[in-house]
């Protein structure tokens, strides 16, 4: 185990904050509640935003952008929706500062109040549903399917690193559509366009449910959501989308032309998912060792570590790694040769361990003349010899079978965590003994929840999709 990290059993809190901070992803600033993602952190993220903007693109959605400042009235117009937020917006209020007449500091200037104070943005459906009033005319307008990749602002007040921060990056579509089933196709589409993401290239199960009214987004009729379980025993959404009915149609009134030639408010959606994936990631996946990457997401899949005693044996080794990253990267498989000298292998060894590159090839003298390469795998921390000849062909198999491993051993994980009760009594028994587990409580009557949550102090995650309701619960600390 890592000396750097401290181990899961022991505070998996600090286990988690030494990944993110010792593997390079991100770091507190100088700004209450705001962080700093690291170059390494940024590329995972970059990553992610590629792969889900082309699933969005693919499923016909436009990427657009809208202000970061949104007029506090606005937030009036929808009242559900501003009560869901007010006691996290941070307000404008001044537009110019000054130095004080002492000159010694800079101060507001309060002769510069705004007219109106400025909300900076904690979602984005106040700003564009008035924008959408302009654009949206006639059924020929609809449907209105816009993507944003914008930052958010919500002051929270106790923050961590990626999971909850005052500021953090995701984005946000926005949609209209002239009838209500339409709008709930796309609510429910966009929710498995999650679900297939987090699979495919996060490894990582995910639950498909739909929340309570208690959990709901504000001004949403229903909130579709992804809740995947991490290494703690604790539930994290991933990801939600929202059907929002008329309500910020009509509150900003937007209207279209039917075919029929009546007038009608259109149907709307949202949809997001935030840079909370991230530290979803870390949770999945890692271990005492440090960062586990799933190969699809990986910055680099492949790293090359040569292993030498003077610079002829390294020219030696870079002339045959010249031709293996050529074959690779001819393949499509990201690799770095870390062929610097100021740095010894086992040093190298420990850093690419720690931020979870998932396969790891080391090469020697003794290597060249037996024609062979160590390959080291992060997900199973076991090590090979093969033949130099057949690097190429291994490689891309082998990265697609880590990626099928993360995601198995976290299906398993969750599987081994989950308990399923058909009555009251035995969940009240399960849920005093060991309530840091997933338990679905096969429940008809959706209306006993509140009464359930009073009575034992539990939240709802999520009714999951099947003939009976079955909502996965959560305890009021989030076990």
Same mark, same amino acid.
């Given at each position: 185990m890592?000396?750097k ?9 600090t286990?988690?904050?030494d990944i993110?901070q ?11 509640g705001c962080m700093?993602?690291?170059?390494y952190?940024?590329a995972i993220?970059e990553?992610?935003?590629?792969e ?13 952008y809208?202000?970061l ?7 009036s117009?929808?009242a ?8 996290e ?7 110019r500062?000054?130095?004080?007449d002492d000159g010694?500091e800079?101060v507001?200037?309060e002769s510069?109040?705004?007219?109106e104070?400025?909300?900076v943005?904690?979602?984005s459906?106040t700003?564009?549903?008035?924008t959408y ?6 059924y ?7 993507n944003?990749?914008? &930052?958010?602002?919500r =002051?929270?007040?106790r923050?961590?690193?990626?999971? #909850?921060t005052? @500021?953090?990056l995701? $984005?946000e579509?926005?949609t209209?559509?002239a009838?209500k089933?339409?709008?709930i196709?796309e ?14 290239f ?6 498909i ?6 959990e709901?987004?504000?001004?949403a009729?229903?909130?579709?959501c ?14 939600t989308?929202?059907f ?6 009509k509150?900003?009134?937007v209207k279209f032309?039917?075919?029929?030639g009546a007038?009608?408010h259109?149907w ?6 935030s ?12 271990d005492?060792?440090g960062?586990?990457l799933?190969? &699809?997401l990986?910055? =680099? ?7 030498? #005693?003077?610079? @002829?044996?390294?020219? $030696?080794i870079?002339?045959k790694?010249?031709d293996i990253m050529?074959t690779?990267r001819a ?6 040769y ?9 040093w ?7 931020k979870g590159v998932?396969l790891r090839i080391?090469?020697?003298?003794k290597?060249l003349?037996?024609?062979?390469v160590?390959?080291?795998?992060r ?10 000849n057949e ?8 990265l ?5 491993h993360?995601?198995n051993?976290a299906?398993s994980?969750r ?8 009555d009251f ?6 849920y ?9 409580y ?5 209306e006993?929840?509140?009464?359930l949550?009073?009575k034992l ?5 999520a009714?999951i ?11 009021s600390t989030g076990?």
């Amino acid at each position: 185990m890592s000396k750097k990290i401290t181990s899961r059993e022991v505070d998996y809190s600090t286990w988690y904050n030494d990944i993110v901070q010792h593997a390079d992803l991100a770091e507190n600033s100088g700004v209450r509640g705001c962080m700093v993602i690291k170059p390494y952190g940024y590329a995972i993220w970059e990553k992610m935003q590629a792969e889900l903007d082309k699933k969005f693109k693919a499923t016909g959605h436009q990427n657009a952008y809208f202000p970061l400042f949104i007029p506090k009235s606005y937030f009036s117009k929808e009242a559900s929706h501003v009560d869901g937020f007010a006691k996290e917006c941070a307000v404008v209020t001044h537009y110019r500062l000054k130095t004080s007449d002492d000159g010694k500091e800079i101060v507001v200037d309060e002769s510069a109040k705004l007219e109106e104070e400025l909300i900076v943005r904690p979602t984005s459906e106040t700003i564009i549903w008035d924008t959408y009033r302009k654009w949206i005319q006639s059924y020929r307008d609809l449907p209105l399917l816009i993507n944003q990749w914008a &930052n958010v602002v919500r =002051w929270e007040m106790r923050t961590r690193l990626f999971l #909850r921060t005052a @500021e953090f990056l995701w $984005q946000e579509g926005h949609t209209a559509h002239a009838t209500k089933d339409e709008a709930i196709e796309e609510t429910e589409k966009m929710i498995n366009v999650y679900a297939d993401f987090a699979q495919d290239f996060m490894a990582m199960p995910v639950i498909i449910g739909l929340k309570s009214e208690s959990e709901r987004f504000a001004g949403a009729l229903e909130t579709y959501c992804i809740e995947a379980l991490m290494q703690d025993g604790k539930a994290l959404q991933a990801g939600t989308s929202h059907f929002l009915g008329q309500n910020f149609a009509k509150a900003f009134d937007v209207k279209f032309q039917s075919k029929e030639g009546a007038l009608e408010h259109v149907w709307a959606t949202s949809w997001g998912v935030s840079t909370r994936l991230m530290g979803a990631l870390v949770m999945t996946h890692s271990d005492d060792h440090g960062l586990v990457l799933p190969p &699809n997401l990986a910055p =680099w899949q492949v790293v090359i570590v040569p292993i030498h #005693r003077s610079d @002829e044996q390294l020219e $030696q080794i870079n002339k045959k790694v010249e031709d293996i990253m050529k074959t690779l990267r001819a393949q499509g498989v990201s690799v770095k040769y870390d062929n610097r000298t100021s740095h010894k292998p086992g040093w190298k060894f420990n850093e690419y361990e720690l931020k979870g590159v998932p396969l790891r090839i080391a090469i020697g003298p003794k290597d060249l003349e037996k024609g062979t390469v160590e390959l080291a795998r992060r997900d199973t921390l076991q090590k090979e010899f093969v033949s130099m000849n057949e690097v190429s062909n291994i490689v891309p198999s082998l990265l697609t079978e880590i990626q099928e491993h993360l995601y198995n051993k976290a299906l398993s994980y969750r599987n081994e965590h989950v308990t399923y009760v058909d009555d009251f009594d035995t969940f009240k028994e399960f849920y005093e003994k060991d309530y840091q587990k997933f338990v679905e409580y096969n429940i008809q009557d959706v209306e006993l929840v509140d009464a359930l949550e009073d009575k034992l102090a539990i939240t709802s995650f999520a009714f999951i999709f099947v003939e009976v309701p079955e909502p996965v619960w959560k305890t009021s600390t989030g076990k």
